[in-house]
């Protein structure tokens, strides 16, 4: 298949695959500052760049409503995703980020945003070299200004704005194939509320079953099982970021947090990350983790549903609780907060409890790719222990 735009990028090119002649790690050596282009990329004529603060609500809206209408949808477009405008303030704003990395695309005569596209700055380790990175995320344009050849310009220019910080390296992820991913995962879903994912065309009833029979199989305890088992706390932050640091060495890509990064990515945030562990009743030692980040998507054309309220594993952390039972007491805690279904990806070690909670696997992949990186072996899932939003 021919990838016109990508074929020009220092990415992993499918004709490499195999030549073990070709060393892992960066595939282009860094520009030097004074020579990274200094002014920003051509648009189209009627088109004109905008950097989007994301601390000003105005602007949270209008990123907001680009991707409610204009965002991912699945295969068979019966969803779109429906960031929230509070998701898409956390998701942007982790420490250290630069607001010169959130641009927008607006028409130069209506002034309204066209397009957006984002990064932010992420310490990843690669097999035993942590590197700094650009994670890009919310790649999205008008779906009146598709083939109009706007993604290329748009990846180009967070590329120049994210060299002029001297960052050489980025990581994303796709649901289509580019050259060349790192790992294919797939992803699977466990029914919360399977009468509402049955009617909205989520998921079938399966073949010789019966909707109360459904809703049997999929029923959870009122309540989380693990004796322990509570919501975190920031006075956890530095007990957690030991926990998940230690964790995360088993796995060959990795993000590299630190306590400011846990504070930020992992305290409970009310309608967009949702975090728990399990403090032992009698030594108060803090041995598991569990968390899961909030995406509702719009319902297209149903009548009496508009949003799907859907969770998805973040991070988690079993040293003393079996996975099973700690992932289970997520799902109990998603159940108990509404949400219609929980949904993960095979990375980690979730592959190994899916189907045992019910997991059923998604018509779809995920493909991690990393920009400016060889990894010459691409990754099982199970080798991969980074979660993007
Ligand atoms: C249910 O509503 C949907 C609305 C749009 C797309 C999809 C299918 C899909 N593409 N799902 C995923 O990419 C996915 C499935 C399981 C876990 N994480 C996922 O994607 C995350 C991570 C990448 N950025 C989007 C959210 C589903």
């Known amino acids: 298949k021919r990838h016109k735009f ?82 898409l303030g956390w998701a942007l704003r982790p420490p250290g980020y630069f607001t010169s990395w959130h641009i927008g695309v607006r028409a130069k005569a209506s002034k309204k945003l066209v397009a957006f596209i984002s990064g932010i700055p992420a310490r990843i380790r690669v097999r035993d070299e942590v590197v700094k990175m650009a994670e890009i995320n919310f790649l999205c344009v008008h779906k009146k200004l598709r083939s109009k050849r706007l993604a290329p310009v748009m990846i180009k220019e967070v590329t120049r704005r994210v060299h002029l910080e001297n960052i050489w390296q980025a990581a994303y992820t796709a649901g289509v194939v580019l050259p060349t991913p790192i790992t294919t995962c797939q992803y699977w879903h466990r029914s919360l509320n399977p009468k509402k994912l049955i009617d909205v065309g989520f998921s079938r009833l399966g073949a010789r079953m019966t909707m109360s029979r459904t809703i049997k199989l999929y029923k959870l305890p009122d309540s989380p099982v693990t004796p322990g088992f509570r919501k975190m706390e920031r006075r956890d932050v530095p007990a957690v970021t030991r926990l998940l640091r230690i964790y995360l060495r088993q796995f060959d890509v990795a993000p590299d947090f630190d306590e400011s990064d846990v504070e930020h990515w992992l305290l409970p945030k009310e309608s967009v990350v949702d975090s728990f562990l399990v403090e032992s009743p009698d030594s108060h030692v803090i041995t598991d983790f569990c968390s899961f980040y909030t995406l509702p998507s719009s319902i297209l054309g149903n009548q009496t549903y508009s949003t799907l309220k859907a969770a998805y594993s973040y991070y988690n952390v079993s040293t003393k609780t079996p996975l099973l ?31 045992e909670l019910k997991f059923g696997p998604g018509d779809g992949q995920l493909h991690y790719y990393l920009y400016n990186y060889r990894i010459r072996h691409a990754l099982k899932p199970s080798e991969l222990g980074l979660v993007l939003l």
């Open 325 to 355: 039972q700690l992932m289970n007491d997520a799902l109990i805690v998603a159940k108990q907060k509404d949400f219609d279904v929980f949904n993960a990806l095979d990375v980690m070690e979730n592959e190994s409890v899916l189907k």
């Open 6 to 87: 990508w074929e020009t990028q220092p990415v992993g090119q499918f004709k490499d695959i195999g030549d073990s002649s070709l060393p892992d790690g960066p595939i282009e050596p860094p520009t030097p500052l004074s020579e990274v282009k200094q002014e920003p990329y051509n648009l189209p004529n009627s088109y004109e760049w905008t950097t989007c603060d994301m601390s000003s609500e105005e602007i949270c809206i209008e990123v907001y409503n680009l991707l409610k209408n204009n965002y991912v949808e699945d295969d068979e477009n019966l969803f779109r995703f429906n960031y929230s405008k509070e998701f």
